[in-house]
């Protein structure tokens, strides 16, 4: 008897062991729950498009109530003008842009889009007027047409090509293989980080959205390339309401305004002459950013001499 009941009391623990471990799958499912993706309202109407006016008026956002990241961001991006937001690692910035494209809904405050709260609005009528060039693009597996015309279904193989044009990577693809043929994805040709960022700019350039967010890539691109992609992102900004998120500030000096975000406040605010004027965090983050790249290319002079 001595013998049997051991493994009955084992079992028993392991049961309750599966019990807890239910538990707390079941818990895990709630808290996902409340995180879950956003919903339309019940008399969400789609959204009125003008020329795209954005608003941001004193919101405040945590992903983990405990532990808040915005807290009372409030700035406007007028209709067809820019704004940059920078700031140290960690601030904030990207969470802006996942805020607008409602990934999320805030705590308090409100975020307006031509004088509507995008809590208001359809989904899809919200993201059909955005153009989001992420810091990493997914490419589907299937061809570099198919990943641009993704941008507009109904365009012809011109459209195509002109958006790859002014993306500034219609060069580069018709040095691949098959040319627009050529399937890239994770199953077929890799694209460095800045190719499939010019894609999904040509992608962007035939949705041709009047807002543009452009979450810059945080990895660090060859001056070539960021100055290739800085000329594309020119022209597919030009008169369109557009935010910013910059990693580089080499890419915000035309901005109408910088925002400087530090720990989910706004530190300073102003053209990048105003901020360098103020002679504050912008103006370290600056000259540090300067030193760095000076730095870079002293060594690679070295390089080249040896
Ligand atoms: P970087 O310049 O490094 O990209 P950032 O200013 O864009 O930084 P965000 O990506 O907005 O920063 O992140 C702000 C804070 O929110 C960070 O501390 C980050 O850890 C946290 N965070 C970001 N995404 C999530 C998420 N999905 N769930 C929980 N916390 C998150």
């Known amino acids: 008897l001595l013998q049997l009941s051991v493994p009955l009391n084992f079992i028993g623990f392991v049961y309750r062991e599966i019990r807890q471990g239910l538990t707390d799958i079941e818990q895990m499912f709630d808290l996902l729950q409340v995180k879950a993706e956003v919903t ?13 006016a954005i608003s941001f008026k004193d919101v405040h956002f945590a992903y983990d109530p405990a532990r808040p990241i915005l807290n009372g961001i409030s700035f406007d991006v007028p209709a067809g003008k820019t704004v940059a937001v920078v700031g140290p690692s960690g601030a904030g910035k990207s969470t802006l842009s996942r805020l607008l494209y409602r990934f999320y809904d805030i705590q308090s405050g409100s975020i307006s889009v031509d004088g509507q709260d995008i809590r208001n609005v359809t ?11 992420p810091q990493d693009t997914v490419l589907f597996n299937d061809t570099v047409a198919y990943n641009i015309r993704y941008g507009k279904p109904a365009a012809n193989d011109t459209e195509v090509k002109t958006a790859a044009e002014i993306a500034q990577i219609a060069h580069f693809i018709d040095m691949l293989p098959e040319g627009f043929d050529t399937k890239v994805g994770e199953r077929g040709l890799k694209l460095s980080g800045g190719e499939k960022q010019r894609v999904a700019i040509a992608r962007t350039v035939l949705k041709a959205p009047p807002i543009l967010i452009l979450d810059e890539a945080t990895s660090a691109l060859d001056t070539t390339t960021e100055r290739e992609i800085q000329a594309a992102l020119d022209v597919v900004s030009q008169d369109r309401t557009t935010l910013v998120i910059a990693h580089r500030l080499s890419t915000v000096i035309g901005a109408d305004e910088i925002i400087v975000l530090k720990s989910g406040e706004i530190a300073e605010r102003g053209t990048h002459s105003d901020l360098l004027q103020k002679n504050g965090l912008y103006a370290s983050m600056w000259n540090r950013q300067r030193e760095a790249t000076q730095a870079e290319e002293h060594l690679k002079q070295v390089r080249e001499n040896d």
Do not use: C, E, T
């Open 40 to 52: 339309d309202a019940p008399d969400a109407v789609a959204l009125d498009i003008g020329r795209g």
């Open 123 to 133: 989904q899809k009528s919200l993201r059909a007027v955005i153009g989001m060039v």
